[in-house]
């Protein structure tokens, strides 16, 4: 059986996500203290837009031919770094 899972490039995501103030009341000497996350995925890409890209990071293979899991839809806005992996 010829594996499907070589048609997709392997690649490490960083990307930046929102963040909320996790106090109740927060002054507002303090606001600009918060700032977004930056955050890092490791995966394969199934498809990239314009504006989105779809990852999955973990997959299957049988007679059946191949199932993903791990599935998650970027905008693209949110995507600072594309790393090809090996």
């Known amino acids: 059986m010829i594996s499907m899972i070589s048609k ?3 690649v490490r995501i960083t990307w930046q996500d929102i963040c909320t103030a996790e106090e109740a009341w927060t002054h507002e000497d303090e606001i600009l203290q918060h700032d977004v996350a930056t955050c890092t995925d ?4 199934f498809k990239k837009t314009k504006s989105k890209l779809w990852l999955f ?3 299957s293979e049988d007679e059946d031919g191949l199932s993903v899991g791990g599935v998650t839809c970027f905008p693209m806005g949110c995507i600072k770094k594309i790393e090809i992996l090996k």
């Open 8 to 10: 997709y490039k392997h």
């Open 57 to 59: 990071t973990s997959y």
């Open 42 to 45: 490791t995966g394969y890409i």
